[in-house]
């Protein structure tokens, strides 16, 4: 019964169709979609990644909630850097995390990771029950982004971590008009080219546009109850990473 | 994604992996080719993963928040208190009320 609305790209659609709308998208680019990443930034989000990593300095026994985590990348880094901690990988489309765990790494890691099909709204987890939540350009996605942030907050103990990798805006206006020139115009051919896909890839630059600044998304991690919430540009800002604390 | 290798994260001097596991700077997408003629399809004919019922102390009903049993034969795993049956497939459990099976309506 709720005519809330809320976005798909461009689109205003009823909130109650965006997750099917969303899951969509990426059950039609999950077999090709790590090439897709790669294509799309010139392999640049393997150095966000990074970034990520470096930040979090992920530590032995320490238990990963890695959300939207698709075909596991972020949980193969972190136990690529902590061999022995463990990680559990969520998402809400089944074939990106039957994607992941066909991968050699997946294989490899077998015994600390697990895969799990969830809502980032209401996850499947109990409260208090991991030490660092991860959430990689998959928040834009969440229909309420708000409520994801606040099962993050439920989910990790206190002295937990919250980090958040997503696209973000320029801060400086002409720079930000090159780039949407740039995905505009290129982001969804090559998704064709690559994918047979264009409507998603139209998608996914539409929604990088429409999420919220650096410090609007700082205000939201705050107001999920997070401390110590902070923010660091990626590449001009082409992308931000946001991390907060469970104290 | 193979960008586990040498570039993101750098060894140690030393990397004792004597049996033959795969080191951080393998190529970690081909397996190796040992797969003889009854696995005509080699990589995509993997076994099947099984649920590994370790997972149910972490897992709730996202709904209820309360405990889940599991019911190996059908491979589904029961929030008793809204009667609702989540499916696992391929060893994935799927935790979304819209994918679950309503026990009442049996």
């Not at chain 2, 209820?64 to 989540?86: F, V």
């Amino acid at each position: 019964m709720t005519d809330k609305q809320t976005h798909f790209g461009y689109e205003d659609i009823p909130e109650g169709e965006k997750a099917a709308r969303v899951r969509g998208v990426f059950e039609s680019v999950a077999s090709r979609y790590d090439l897709m990443n790669d294509l799309m930034s010139g392999g640049i989000h393997r150095v966000w990644k990074a970034a990520m990593m470096d930040w979090l300095a992920p530590r032995n026994g320490q238990r990963l909630l890695d959300v939207a985590g698709g075909t596991g990348d972020v949980a193969f880094r972190f136990l690529g850097r902590a061999p022995q901690a463990t990680a559990v990988v969520c998402d809400m489309t089944a074939e990106m995390l039957e994607a992941g765990k066909t991968r050699a790494e997946a294989e490899a890691m077998a015994a600390s990771l697990d895969w799990v099909v969830g809502d980032a709204m209401a996850l499947p987890f109990e409260d208090s029950s991991f030490d660092v939540y991860t959430i990689s350009f998959g928040i834009r996605n969440v229909t309420d982004p708000q409520v994801a942030l606040n099962e993050a907050f439920r989910v990790l103990k206190p002295g937990g971590r919250l980090m958040v990798l997503e696209f973000s805006q320029l801060p400086v206006p002409m720079a930000q008009k090159a780039y949407d020139a740039y995905s505009f115009n290129v982001i969804p051919p090559m998704g064709q080219m690559v994918t047979g896909d264009r409507a998603s890839y139209q998608y996914l630059v539409e929604s990088i546009r429409r999420f919220p600044d650096q410090e609007t998304f700082l205000g939201m991690v705050e107001a999920a109850g997070f401390e110590q919430a902070r923010y660091r540009n990626l590449s001009m800002g082409i992308a931000a990473l946001h991390s907060g604390w469970k104290l | 994604m193979t960008g586990e290798g040498p570039k993101d994260a750098p060894e140690k001097d030393e990397a004792p992996l004597a049996d033959g596991a795969p080191g951080p700077g393998d190529a970690p997408e081909l397996p190796p080719e040992a797969t003889p003629a009854d696995a005509p399809e080699g990589a995509a004919a993997r076994r099947p993963a099984a649920f590994d019922p370790r997972m149910l102390e972490a897992l709730v009903c996202p709904e209820t928040r309360g405990p889940l049993t599991y019911d190996k034969s059908r491979q589904e795993l029961i929030s008793h208190a809204i009667g609702l049956a989540y499916p696992i497939r391929s060893g994935i459990p799927v935790m979304l009320t819209e994918e679950a099976r309503n026990l009442k309506e049996d």
